[in-house]
């Protein structure tokens, strides 16, 4: 595709609720990224993925986050038992090699409100 | 640890004034630094990558240098536009991205 798409754009769970963000890269891209960006301030590191590979998940705040990328492609975040702490923009990003040399490009982003 | 500190946090400037914006970090173990631009409700829109190796990067009005040694880089925006107006993120990669908060342009016209 053109760019990096999210669905849904808007979330509104209710606290204790699973729910499931999905990202599709631009094809090609190797690498897949999920940030986290609170009301003012900078995204924040959450999981990377090169290709299928979950290659670094300090970033995610417990276990409640889950991120998979079976096929290399498309991933989904999942955050179980959500909580009112947990409403934030979810953004996903994506480079075409490591992460060394190209620049990432960012999808619109999910805003998920915990009520 | 890796921090990112972005002055000022917000910036209000009358049109076509030429203005800087500053970052610095703290370990200049980096891969490059990239800058983005967000508009309100919006994603990050990739505005200039530096590779660590190199000094600046030129786009349009737009320049970015980098002093990696020093762990600072400034974003120069020449003759702004009130379409500039947005937050302005810088961040470095060391595979990840770590950023700052920001700075808030209002250009005015």
């Known amino acids: 595709g053109a760019g990096v798409s999210q669905s849904p754009r808007y979330k509104v769970a209710k606290r204790g609720q699973d729910v499931a963000l999905r990202c599709d890269p631009i094809s090609g891209h190797v690498s897949l990224f999920w940030y986290q960006q609170a009301l003012g301030q900078g995204p924040e590191f959450l999981t990377y993925?090169?290709?299928?590979?979950?290659?670094?998940k300090s970033g995610l705040p417990s276990d409640r986050f889950f991120a998979e990328r079976p096929e290399g492609s498309v991933s989904t975040l999942k955050i179980q038992r959500t909580q009112q702490e947990d409403s934030a923009v979810y953004l996903c990003a994506s480079s075409f090699g490591s992460p060394a040399s190209y620049e990432q490009y960012f999808g619109p982003g999910t805003r998920l409100t915990v009520t | 640890k890796q921090e990112v500190t972005q002055i000022p946090a917000a910036l209000s400037v009358p049109e076509g004034e030429n203005l800087v914006l500053n970052c610095s970090f703290t370990d200049s173990a980096i891969y490059n630094l990239q800058w983005f631009r967000q508009d309100p409700g919006k994603g990050l829109t990739s505005l200039l990558l530096?590779?660590?190796?190199?000094r600046e990067q030129t786009s349009g009005r737009l320049n970015a240098s980098l002093d990696k040694s020093s762990g600072r880089s400034t974003l120069y925006i020449a003759a702004s536009q009130p379409g500039d107006s947005a937050t302005y993120l810088c961040?470095?990669?060391?595979?990840?991205?770590?950023f700052g908060k920001g700075t808030k342009l209002t250009v005015n016209p």
């Open positions: 993925f090169q290709n299928e590979a979950q290659l670094d």
């Open positions: 530096i590779q660590s190796s190199q």
């Open positions: 961040a470095v990669s060391t595979e990840k991205l770590v």
